[in-house]
């Protein structure tokens, strides 16, 4: 079991930043993926950024070169710095955690309870 504690959202204006973490419940260095999704009313759920154990990144198209994801194994925290936000950044932003299990040979899947990221002028 993994809990997932996200904070950092709020209201930011076209143009601004925001950093978002994730706190989780126990060594991140065993968890094989750390991810953000986010989430518009409407819209399903989306990858934003991901990276793996080995320190491996990956975007959305949408987000390449204006977020940079980050983990911090020390302090079992995983950030989410988001630049040059635009209006279409506004959703419901939520951690996930995937950890692959030898004893099924599957993947177990957590989430945090999401953080709201607002930009609006």
């Known amino acids: 079991q993994v809990q997932l504690v996200e904070s950092g959202g709020g209201l930011v204006q076209p143009g601004g930043s925001l950093r978002l973490s994730c706190a989780a419940s126990k060594s991140i260095f065993s968890i094989n993926i750390m991810g953000w999704y986010r989430q518009a009313p409407g819209k399903q759920r989306e990858s934003v950024a991901s990276?793996?154990?080995?320190?491996?990144?990956n975007y959305r198209d949408s987000v390449k070169g204006r977020f940079t994801i980050s983990r911090d194994n020390a302090k079992n925290t995983v950030y989410l710095q988001m630049n040059s936000l635009k209006p279409a950044d506004t959703a419901v932003y939520y951690c996930n955690a995937d950890l692959y299990d030898l004893a099924t040979d599957g993947w177990d899947s957590y989430w945090g309870q999401g953080t709201q990221v607002t930009v609006s002028s």
């Open positions: 990276i793996t154990s080995g320190g491996s990144t």
